[in-house]
């Protein structure tokens, strides 16, 4: 099953890390409000700014759980990103 988020949602793979460094920059996931994911799909309006596969932060208020063939994903609104993590070497 493919997913299609439209308007401005975004898909999220979240991930589960206790440190990841990017960017030479540490992310520690040290609260309930903001969690590291990575782009899987992109609405029509998300598509100017990010692009698939990007590494983003995201608040976790108003994203919905989806669990698609075993897979657990999270639809948020663009402005539910924070950032993008980039790595100074790409």
């Known amino acids: 099953m493919k997913i299609r988020p439209v308007g401005d949602r975004v898909v999220l793979e979240p991930i589960t890390v206790e440190e ?8 520690v996931p040290n609260d309930e409000k903001s969690y590291l994911a ?4 992109l609405g029509g309006e998300a598509k100017d700014v990010l692009k698939i596969g990007d590494m983003v932060l995201y608040e976790n208020y108003g994203c919905t759980e989806l669990n698609v063939e075993g897979h657990t994903y999270l639809v948020n609104k663009l402005d539910g990103i924070v950032c993008v993590l980039e ?4």
Do not use: F, L, P, S
Not at 38 to 41: N, R
Not at 87 to 90: K, P, S
């Open 38 to 41: 990575k782009v899987i799909e």
């Open 20 to 27: 990841k460094v990017v960017g030479g920059i540490i992310v």
């Open 87 to 90: 790595d100074e070497d790409a």
